[in-house]
């Protein structure tokens, strides 16, 4: 009876059309072995030390290997994919696998939608959560096409996500709803 219960008192999804998407990036798993690599060299060197130059030569190798393991291993893993979602009020921007960073930008701030065909890392100085004065912040997980969003108060907002033509045209069908 609870799951019946459960069942009659969900929410309904709003009105339009709900669209989700993703990006991922295969080559980002070859940083993020380098990174376990620097992780493993931090753990060798402090249980199998035989440093004659003393313990603070060792405390700094190890320190800086863990350090420099877990920072590109974050920071791969956390933009190995992208998973786009977009409904009637906000588009949501998760990265990585445990979602982190996010972003949420709600529709009512947006001012147009764009696809864009052919988006490069170099174009935003590689791949991951970027942000350039020209040119606003972008999620860059890959090559290829994407959204970009111009908001109310003239920044821009870009993602890489497979499907970027139709998340434009539900996009642009919220607009309207909203506009009106």
């Given at each position: 009876m609870r799951n019946v219960s459960t069942l009659l008192h969900m929410t309904v999804h709003?009105?339009?059309?709900?669209?989700?998407?993703?990006?991922?990036?295969?080559?980002?798993?070859?940083?993020?072995?380098?990174?376990?690599?620097?992780?493993?060299?931090?753990?060798?060197?402090?249980?199998?030390?035989?440093?004659?130059?003393?313990?603070?030569?060792?405390?700094?190798?190890?320190i800086g290997c863990l350090a420099v393991g877990l920072l590109i291993l974050y920071g791969t893993l956390a933009f190995v994919h992208v998973a786009v979602t977009v409904d009637s009020e906000v588009m949501?921007?998760?990265?990585?696998?445990?979602?982190?960073?996010?972003?949420?930008?709600?529709?009512?701030?947006?001012?147009?939608?764009?696809?864009?065909?052919?988006?490069?890392?170099?174009?935003?100085g590689g791949w991951g959560y970027r942000w350039r004065p020209e040119r606003g912040t972008a999620v860059i997980v890959r090559r290829g096409e994407g959204v970009e969003l111009r908001l109310g108060d003239g920044k821009v907002f870009t993602v890489t996500v497979d499907d970027a033509e139709n998340a434009v045209r539900v996009i642009r069908t919220h607009l309207r709803a909203l506009a009106r």
């Open positions: 709003p009105p339009g059309p709900l669209w989700t998407g993703r990006a991922s990036n295969r080559a980002q798993w070859l940083l993020a072995a380098a990174g376990a690599a620097c992780l493993a060299l931090g753990v060798q060197l402090a249980v199998d030390s035989n440093w004659a130059s003393g313990t603070v030569p060792l405390l700094m190798s190890v949501e921007v998760r990265c990585g696998h445990i979602g982190l960073p996010r972003r949420k930008i709600r529709l009512a701030e947006v001012a147009s939608a764009e696809f864009v065909p052919r988006i490069t890392p170099q174009q935003w």
